[in-house]
C-alpha cells in the first residue's frame, strides 16, 4: 500500500548528496520540508511543521519537524537522519553513486566481494551511497506520517524528527531534545514510543532483527606527561609514548572491558588516535604524549570507567617505571657505572583534580584565561579547522601547563560526543504490550517473517537521546572531566532527563555501510518494514498506556 509513495521519495532521498558536517545536509533538508508541505495535512496546517534551527552551527542546519496534531495526548515519535557519510570512496563511480540502477550496472563491472556479488546478481538489493544508513528508513517514517495524517478522526500524535548530523557529532539529535521537550509542553503530549529506523545487520536469511536500546559510547582522553630530555641521555628523562603505548596494549582489544549482557557483548575497546605533542622534530624525548580511544557500554557508568581507568593508568605507569628501571640497571651493567636512584615519582589525576588544582593555585586570573582559550578553540571547532577531541586535548595541555605538572603523570579526561547507553529494561515508563511479541505477531500473519529482539543497537545511534536512563551522578561526572562542558561541548541534561520513554530500532535489511558496496533489501523498504511500523503504532496509539 505505500511501495510507490515510498519508491519515489527514497530515490529523491538518495539522490540529493548530503555529506555529514556539510552545507549540502541544508539541501537535504530544502527536499524534506517541500515535500511535507506538499502533503495535504501540512497545506491545511503550517503550523504544525517546520525548521528547528540548531544552536550555533556552522552550517545553518536544522532539525525538520512535522507534527500530526490527532485527539488526545498519546504520542509516538518517529526519528531519522537524513545525512550520510561522503562518496569519495567510490573514486571513479562517484557519478552513479547517488544513482541506484546506474550504480548497480557498473558494479556489475567490478571486482567486488563475492556476497556483495550475489545480492547484486539476485536484483532483491538497492545499491548506493546512503540507501541503508538510513534514506530507506527517513522515505518509511515520511510516507507513514503522511498516512496516519490522512486519517479521519485520529485519535493521537505523530511527532516526525529528521535531523542531520548523526554521522559526526549528533548535533542534530541534541537539538531535537530542546525541540521534543517544547512541544511536549505546547501541545501536552504524553510520549509512548520512539521509533528509529536504521537498519538491521543479519547473515541468516529469513530472521530479521529489531533492537529494544543503543549501545553507549564514552571517549576517554589520555594525556601522559613525560620528563624530557637529549635522546643521547634517554635515562635522565621518562619517554610518554612508552606509557600511552602500555596503556594501549592493556585496553585495545581487551575483552575484560567489553560489557555483557546475556548473549550480547560490545566490541573491546579501540583507540583511534595515538601521538606526541611535538610541534617539530628535535633530538629529545617528548615531553608529553595524548592518545584518545572509544569505548562502548551497556550497563557501566561514567564512573564505573573513570575508576578503572585511573587504575590501568596506574598500572601502566608502575609497569612502565619498572621496565625503566631495570633497562637503567642493565644499562649500566654495560657501562660499568654505578645506577643512581630513580626519583621519579608517578601520578595518575583526572581533569577534574588538576581543574581544582588549578583553581585553588591560581584562582581567577586562570579562571578568565581559560574561559578565554575555550572561546578560541570552539571558533576552531565552527571553522571545522580542528576536531572535538584535538579541542580537548588542548585544553587538558593548557591546565597541566598552568600548575607546571611534572611528570611522569597521567590525565584521565573525556571528549564528546558522549552517547549514553538507553534500553528499555532501565526505563521506568513501560509498554502494556510485549515488543517482541506484538512484532513478531505482525510480521507472521502478513511475511511469515521471524524476528529476534536484541537489546542493544550496536552501531551507536541518535536513540541515546532519546530517553534517559542515567542519574544525576553520571550527569556531574560527565561534566566535570569534559574541558571546555557547556562552550565547546555540551549535551541538554536538564531537557534530556525529563524524557522517559520506551525505544525501538525497526528498520530495513542492510549491508556495507559506509562501503562502495552499501545496499538495502529492496522488499524491507517498499512493503515489510512500512507495514510493521504501521501495525505496531496502530496497536500502541489503540492501547491504554
Known amino acids: 500500500m505505500f511501495s510507490e509513495s515510498i519508491k519515489s521519495l527514497f530515490l529523491r532521498l538518495v539522490a540529493t548528496q548530503s555529506d555529514t558536517n556539510t552545507h549540502r545536509e541544508t539541501y537535504i533538508e530544502e527536499q524534506i520540508l517541500y515535500w511535507i508541505k506538499e502533503q495535504a495535512y501540512f497545506s491545511e496546517h503550517p503550523e504544525y511543521c517546520g525548521a528547528y534551527p540548531i544552536e550555533n552551527d556552522p552550517y545553518q542546519r536544522s532539525v525538520i519537524w512535522s507534527l500530526v ?29 547517488l544513482r541506484p540502477d546506474e550504480l548497480i550496472e557498473a558494479l556489475s563491472n567490478k571486482k567486488i566481494p563475492a556476497q556483495a556479488k550475489i545480492d547484486l546478481e539476485s536484483g532483491n538489493w538497492t545499491f548506493g551511497r546512503g540507501v541503508a544508513d538510513m534514506k530507506s528508513g527517513a522515505a518509511i517514517q515520511l510516507v507513514l506520517s503522511a498516512y496516519f495524517s490522512e486519517l479521519e478522526d485520529f485519535e493521537g500524535n505523530i511527532l516526525l524528527l529528521s535531523v542531520p548530523d548523526e554521522e559526526t557529532l549528533s548535533r542534530g539529535m541534541l537539538g531535537a531534545v530542546t525541540l521534543m521537550t517544547t512541544l ?88 583511534v588516535n595515538l601521538k606526541d605533542r611535538k610541534k617539530a622534530y628535535d633530538a629529545s624525548i617528548p615531553e608529553a604524549a595524548t592518545g584518545y580511544f572509544n569505548w562502548l557500554t551497556f550497563t557501566r557508568s561514567p564512573k564505573h570507567i573513570m575508576d578503572k581507568l585511573v587504575s590501568l593508568a596506574n598500572r601502566s605507569l608502575r609497569d612502565t617505571l619498572i621496565y625503566f628501571a631495570d633497562a637503567y640497571e642493565n644499562y649500566c651493567n654495560l657501562t660499568g657505572d654505578i645506577p643512581e636512584k630513580i626519583s621519579f615519582i608517578p601520578k595518575v589525576y583526572t581533569f577534574e583534580q588538576i581543574y581544582q588544582m588549578a583553581m585553588t593555585e591560581i584562582g581567577q586570573s586562570f579562571e578568565a584565561r581559560y574561559e578565554e582559550f575555550q572561546e578560541e578553540l570552539n571558533a576552531l571547532l565552527v571553522e571545522n579547522t580542528i576536531t572535538l577531541p584535538e579541542a580537548t586535548t588542548r585544553l587538558v595541555e593548557f591546565v597541566q601547563d598552568a600548575i607546571d605538572l611534572e611528570g611522569p603523570a597521567i ?48 552501531g551507536i545511534s541518535d536513540l541515546s537521546y532519546a530517553t534517559w536512563c542515567g542519574n544525576d551522578e553520571d550527569i556531574a561526572l560527565i561534566k566535570a572531566n569534559s574541558p ?12 534530556l532527563s525529563t524524557l522517559n520513554m520506551p525505544v525501538v530500532n525497526i528498520g530495513p535489511w542492510g549491508k556495507d555501510l559506509h562501503k562502495t558496496t552499501e545496499r538495502v533489501h529492496t522488499k524491507d523498504v517498499y512493503e515489510r518494514i512500512p507495514y510493521i511500523i504501521k501495525e505496531l503504532m496502530t496497536k500502541c496509539l489503540k492501547e491504554d498506556v
Open 184 to 271: 511536549r509542553d505546547q501541545y501536552k503530549l504524553n510520549y509512548l514510543l520512539t521509533i528509529n529506523s536504521e537498519p538491521y545487520f543479519n547473515q541468516t536469511k529469513g530472521k530479521a532483527i529489531f533492537y529494544e536500546g543503543s549501545v553507549g559510547k564514552i571517549m576517554p582522553v589520555l594525556f601522559v606527561k613525560g620528563v624530557k630530555s637529549h635522546i643521547g641521555e634517554p635515562f635522565n628523562g621518562f619517554n610518554p609514548s612508552l606509557v600511552l603505548s602500555d596503556l594501549q596494549r592493556k585496553t585495545e582489544l581487551n575483552i575484560d572491558l567489553c560489557d555483557v549482557l546475556g548473549e550480547e557483548a560490545t566490541p573491546p575497546p579501540v583507540w
Open 69 to 97: 496534531k490527532g485527539r488526545g495526548d498519546k504520542t509516538i515519535v518517529l526519528m531519522h537522519h537524513h545525512d550520510a557519510v561522503d562518496i569519495e570512496e567510490y573514486g571513479k563511480l562517484k557519478s552513479v553513486a
Open 484 to 495: 571546555g562542558w557547556d562552550t565547546i561541548y555540551r549535551i541538554p541534561f536538564k531537557e
Open 411 to 458: 590525565i584521565v579526561a573525556l571528549s564528546g560526543p558522549y552517547y549514553p547507553h538507553v534500553n528499555n529494561m532501565k526505563i521506568s515508563k513501560k509498554l502494556s504490550f510485549s515488543l517482541e511479541e506484538t512484532i513478531n505477531k505482525i510480521a507472521a500473519e502478513k511475511y511469515d517473517l521471524v524476528f529476534e529482539s536484541q537489546s542493544y543497537f550496536m
